[in-house]
């Protein structure tokens, strides 16, 4: 039984200087494709080449040196008619399919890299984002020698391969998922957030609700948001003075507080980190905040208007301490504004807060103080606020 290759088209392909045709070759069964021996000859010169269908004999074919006038008549066209009649659908699968040595020495070609042209060092690109070099060192030949590609380095740290997407799409928000496709940076990038409907808090959340039932005329109970983003409530008690933050991304721990007229101090600064109070003495109250987590955070901290307060518009001014309490000088802090439009804040409402670029970090078992103020002291009181803090990151 007889092997035959057919070479429908001329594929060429140079690799490490060879010059290699890709055939489609097909096996058993293809004796009926060769015309018989004594088959009949070809019709008279017409000044067009045909295949007489001979069966090859094992001989390199050379090129006859036809005349230029039948070399013109020569296309580079399919095989006839009556070729394709005799191959059938079934016989031609693939009319560009190269052989497996070719597709092993392309593979091979691409697998090794760039080549050197000058003694400038090679570089590709490896796993996660990462670059490899290779030295090019000249020859007396006029060409270059070039190493090896060395170790990968410079890859991100829990960084993704640009293309691959997270299987069913990254958590977030309310119980939400997100889909997230890798970029070519190496990290994800996240799309819009999809929660499902009656989900009311992100889990971790923590909030103190006054009255429910509760005996005591300043009792109240917390309520923590579960697994489900529906909150649990717990047994009556005096709300705490302070909130401590959430060890879960995302999450957001508040406290409600009140501005009123008995409570008042010299209004702290608009903005920076030299947070020395003005000469207006406003309403005022603090908030500790405490981080018993054991982790390095980065939290977002803002006022907002309770659900139910009818209250849209308070001019307001934040200034956030480290440690517990006002400091004696409240000189240096970590960062002061009186306004905040920026997501979470409500835009227009005049409340502050320090959020996005203006994040603050606390770290293992510190401690920070928020103080919001009046901005006028003609500020209407009392108000009630709320306060809080949404853990945007885990810092090493």
């Not at 270059?144 to 990254?170: L, M």
């Not at 980190?273 to 981080?291: G, L, Q, W």
Request: aromatic content about 4%; hydrophobic content about 35%; overall charge negative.
């Amino acid at each position: 039984m007889r092997r035959s290759t057919v070479c429908w088209a001329t594929f060429v392909t140079v690799v490490g200087g060879l010059s290699l045709a890709a055939c489609s070759s097909s096996g058993a069964g293809n004796e009926a494709l060769d015309p018989p021996v004594d088959a009949a000859p070809p019709p008279a010169d017409t000044g067009v080449v045909v295949d007489t269908g001979a069966p090859d004999s094992g001989a390199p074919v050379v090129d006859a040196g036809a005349d230029a006038a039948r070399d013109a008549t020569v296309a580079d066209a399919a095989p006839d008619a009556a070729a394709d009649a005799a191959l059938g659908d079934a016989t031609v699968t693939d009319a560009g399919t190269r052989d497996a040595a070719v597709d092993a020495a392309v593979d091979a070609a691409v697998d090794a890299g760039p080549v050197c042209v000058s003694t400038q060092p090679l570089e590709r690109s490896c796993g996660i984002c990462g670059k490899q070099t290779a030295s090019c060192t000249a020859n007396d030949g006029g060409t270059y020698d070039q190493g090896s590609f060395g170790t990968c380095t410079g890859e991100r740290d829990g960084g993704c391969q640009p293309g691959t997407e997270v299987d069913g799409g990254i958590a977030c928000g309310r119980c939400g998922r997100s889909r997230a496709v890798c970029q070519s940076d190496c990290f994800y990038a996240q799309g819009s957030c999809v929660e499902p409907p009656g989900s009311v808090c992100t889990p971790g959340e923590r909030v103190f609700r006054l009255g429910l039932s509760c005996p005591g005329a300043n009792e109240g109970r917390y309520a923590i948001c579960g697994a489900s983003c529906q909150f649990n409530y717990g047994d009556c008690t005096v709300e705490e003075t302070w909130v401590n933050v959430s060890a879960n991304v995302g999450a957001t721990v508040s406290r409600p507080f009140a501005l009123t007229a008995t409570k008042t101090t010299a209004r702290g600064a608009s903005s920076g980190t030299n947070c020395a109070p003005t000469s207006t003495v406003t309403p005022y109250e603090t908030t500790v905040i405490r981080n018993t987590t054991g982790k390095n955070l980065k939290v977002a901290i803002w006022e907002s208007f309770p659900a139910t307060s009818s209250t849209t518009y308070l001019d307001t001014v934040m200034n956030v301490f480290s440690g517990e309490g006002l400091p004696a000088s409240r000189a240096a802090c970590l960062g002061a504004n009186d306004s905040c439009s920026t997501s979470p804040c409500t835009s227009g409402s005049g409340l502050a807060g320090l959020v996005g670029t203006s994040a603050v970090t606390i770290g293992v078992g510190e401690s920070l103080t928020a103080y919001t103020g009046c901005y006028s002291s003609t500020c209407t009181t009392p108000t009630n606020l709320v306060l809080n803090v949404r853990t945007l990151e885990i810092l090493p």
